[in-house]
Every structure is written in structure tokens, then in C-alpha cells.
Nanobody, 126 residues
């Protein structure tokens, strides 16, 4: 089973940028659509972004559209999330996740992810 580990979180001032990475163990990373979720205290977990196996379809939540970019490198078993123009509302624990899909060109619904990393904290100060 693929294991996922996030890195790249930290503290940044509003308006700044961060890039998160999610390293998958060898084997089957390229068999999964991948997504990023975030969870802030007092809020429900939010499905932030997702990318198809082939990387040709991307989903973004309205709250991050135009500011965040998801990408993947299957040869390196790595998922990325570039976050620009960060604001205080982006403060959360960010987790990467893998979900099985029938098509290499789609992403699953948020409920279909069954591989999870442990998360990395992102804190944005205003």
C-alpha cells in the first residue's frame, strides 16, 4: 500500500507563498488520483485541490482557485501544492490523499479518498 508523507508547511506572512510536497512510497503512486485537503480548528475538512493520474484534469475549491496550483511528478512519486497570496483563512493542517478512480483523466469525490498522509501545518499571519 502506498504511504504518503507531507512536507513544506510552516509559518508565512499574509501575501506570501509556500509549496507543499507529498512523497509517496514506491509502487503504486501513479495508480491513484491525488488530492489535498485542509482542516482548520472549528471547521470541517475542506477538499482543496485534486489532480488526475495523468495530470490532465485538476479540481480546485472556489476558496483557492487562482491562488493554488496542484501538480504531480509520477516519476518521483511526488505531489505538490503551490500556494500563492496566502491569507489567514488558509491557516490549517494540510493533508495529501490518494483515491482510486476508473479513469486516468478524472478525480474522485472527496469521500472516495482512502490513502492519507499525516498532515503538515500551515500558519498564515496577518
Amino acid at each position: 500500500q502506498v504511504q504518503l508523507r507531507e512536507s513544506g508547511g510552516g509559518s508565512v506572512q499574509a501575501g506570501g507563498s509556500l509549496r507543499l510536497s507529498c512523497a509517496g512510497s514506491e509502487g503504486t503512486f501513479s495508480n491513484y488520483a491525488m488530492g489535498w485537503f485542509r482542516h482548520a480548528p472549528g471547521n470541517e475538512r475542506e477538499y482543496v485541490a485534486a489532480i488526475s493520474i495523468r495530470g490532465d484534469y485538476r479540481y480546485y475549491a472556489d476558496s483557492v482557485k487562482g491562488r493554488f496550483t496542484i501538480s504531480r511528478d509520477n516519476a518521483k512519486n511526488t505531489l505538490y501544492l503551490r500556494m500563492n497570496r496566502l491569507n489567514a483563512e488558509d491557516t490549517a493542517v494540510y493533508s495529501c490523499a490518494g483515491g482510486w478512480v476508473r479513469s486516468v483523466h478524472t478525480v474522485p469525490p472527496s469521500s472516495a479518498y482512502d490513502l492519507w498522509g499525516q498532515g503538515t501545518q500551515v500558519t498564515v499571519s496577518s
